[in-house]
């Protein structure tokens, strides 16, 4: 019954990321919701625990890999106008939400929030501090921040360790020069040893250092030492991330002559996964979080909330996402749009609203969980409120026979040395809706040739 899911995943391996849906238009086509916000925030306003994510969206140059909702346009007069427009939107949602809810976990993201001057920065950490006096995680803010910023500005880092951030995440992403430039990360190029000891002397509770794999021109030597220098500099956690090369708006994915194959991805996975576990980091096989310490998985308490728990979560800024009883939303995606919303008494603005049945909410939550090479039967109960046996059985049955996944401790994990099998294994958990659609639409990507690598469209469709 699933030979469907499996066959087109491994034509089309590009599109089984850990991201689901497949594509937006997937949603839109079958799930979209009228606009506006009430139902959404009637789930909000109910919710006994909620996540939060901040987005603050402005950066120096776009990186050739990324399609967030990024805004290279930040001058200091449309910073301000934002983070007044951000202050004002937290507040607003603080008096709509419970005042018993609790918050596991709070991400200030991006974007690069730490390109706001510190008068803005510090604003903004006052607006979070009741948020975060709501949360009983040691942890509960993090913040992201790139190596320029971090190696020349201590005294940001000193407000935000200050201010309330405990963990901060460092976009490494690759610790040579030759890869950063490829990717338009010049600004970055050389500063990671000295960003990563600064981090360390402004005394975060929590450091993490983020790097990319299955970039134009890596090997697994190049990743290995990748790794090894950020473990080497003392991090708490490392977040690896296989290089996205899906949907639109990602310049890399129109550039790239021959996309990695999934065994390529494996050996790049497996020669960090060696790295790491030998110098004292865990984590499961397949798990893309790293970390030194007993009992945490190293990620953020706002991202294990959402990808393991399946915790609904709010956003707030330009594009941000929220998932709250059933309801899918994302924010104007224009800089400008949003805040003329909050301006305008908006208290959690909404462009596009998605109505997902449970079987698509359980497939994006078993996607993300897969991330973290497990699944684990009983946080799947609390989240879904069924068996993951009764959600998901026949999947988890062909993966247990494929030898995809094993049984471990009570849960599900990636099968070792199975990296590979990543696309197909998330094939079996897309709704069989998803995987018709993807085979009458086209996946974006082209397929794998008879040679076994990726072509990309000379013109990929944007
Ligand atoms: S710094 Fe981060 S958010 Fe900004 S363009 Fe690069 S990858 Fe995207």
New binding site residues.
């Given amino acids: 019954m699933l030979d469907g899911h499996v066959a087109l995943a491994g034509r089309h391996p590009h599109d089984f990321t850990v991201q689901y849906p497949p594509r937006r238009e997937y949603v839109m086509d079958h799930f979209r919701a009228p606009a506006g916000t009430p139902k959404v925030l009637e789930a909000v306003a109910s919710a006994r625990r909620l996540l939060l994510y901040v987005h603050v969206p402005f ?1 120096e ?3 050739s ?2 399609n ?1 909702a ?1 805004d290279t346009h930040g001058t200091p007069e449309r910073q301000a106008r934002y983070v007044r427009a951000l202050c004002t939107a937290l507040g607003r949602l603080s008096g709509a939400v419970r005042r018993d809810v609790e918050v596991p976990g709070i991400d200030l993201g ?3 929030p730490t390109l706001l001057g510190m008068p803005l920065l510090e604003s903004l950490l006052e607006a979070l501090k009741p948020w975060a006096a709501k949360s009983a995680s040691p942890f509960p803010l993090s913040v992201e921040t ?1 190596p320029a910023v971090a190696a020349h500005e201590p005294d940001k880092l000193r407000l935000l360790a200050q201010g309330g951030v405990s963990r901060v995440s460092l ?1 490494v992403q690759s610790t040579a020069g030759a890869v950063l430039e490829a990717v338009r ?1 010049t600004a970055q190029v050389g500063q990671a040893d000295r960003a990563l000891a600064a981090l360390r002397r402004a005394g975060f509770q929590r450091v993490n250092a983020d790097l990319i794999f299955g970039l134009p021109g890596q090997g697994p030597a190049d990743f290995a030492a990748d790794v090894a220098r950020v473990a080497d500099a003392g991090v708490d956690s490392v977040t690896t991330y296989d290089c996205l090369y899906r949907g639109k708006g990602r310049a890399l994915t129109r550039v790239t002559p021959s996309l990695p194959t999934p065994s390529e991805y494996a050996r790049l996975y497996d020669a960090a996964y060696e790295v790491l576990t030998a110098r004292g980091f865990h984590a499961p096989y397949g798990s893309l979080n790293f970390s030194r310490h007993a009992g945490e998985t190293g990620t953020s308490p706002y991202f294990e909330g959402r990808l393991l728990d399946g915790l609904p979560y709010v956003g707030v800024g330009n594009y941000a996402s929220t998932l709250c009883g059933g309801h899918w939303g994302f924010a104007p995606y224009k800089v400008d749009a949003w805040v003329e919303q909050v301006e305008g008494g908006a208290v959690l603005p909404l462009s596009d609203l998605y109505a997902l049945p449970p079987q698509e909410r359980v497939a994006k939550q078993v996607l993300l969980s897969l991330s973290f090479g497990r699944l684990d039967p009983a946080r799947f109960q609390t989240a879904h409120g069924v068996s993951l046996q009764q959600a998901c059985g026949p999947a988890v049955a062909r993966a247990l026979e494929e030898g995809w996944l094993v049984e471990a401790a009570g849960e599900y994990r990636v099968a070792p040395g199975r990296f590979d099998a990543l696309p197909r294994l998330r094939s079996l958990f897309y709704p069989a809706r998803a995987i018709s659609w993807l085979q009458s639409n086209g996946p974006s990507l082209s397929p794998l040739t008879s040679g076994g690598r990726a072509t990309v469209p000379a013109a990929a469709p944007r």
Avoid: I
């Fill in positions: 950066c140059a776009r990186c890999y990324c967030f990024v991006g974007g690069t790139t976009g990360r």
